[in-house]
């Protein structure tokens, strides 16, 4: 690879991994943040939103997590989501592409509202 290719290549800061649910999966979903913190202490759990929230069309509770840890956490979450929809992507500072282009879906992809972004 070039350097004039990489100095290009958009740089990961973290991850954020939205968990979906609904009134009946709530505590299911809770469940599964909750244990996803205890089994990365370097993950940061948010708030449990019941209600849509910035570009998510459905409830969600957000996880926060560094690059050098989203192979693990990722793979963790593939095996453990049961069922739950999980909308993952990079921060590299441009939200339109990281939400739009670079996502990373778990079961069924969800419309996002993906006017509150500015392109870049």
Known sequence: MNTLAKATEPQIAG?????????????????????AARRFPSLQMGRVHQQAVGPHPDWSCQLAFGAGIAG???SWLALNRDGLVVFTH???GNELADHRDHAIWMGA???LDL???KAE
């Open 15 to 35: 991850f954020h991994a939205h968990v979906y649910f609904e009134a009946s999966s709530l505590e299911k979903a809770r469940a599964l943040c909750e244990r």
């Open 72 to 74: 693990e956490v990722i």
């Open 90 to 92: 990079p921060l590299t």
């Open 109 to 111: 992809v969800r419309p």
């Open 115 to 117: 006017s509150i972004f």
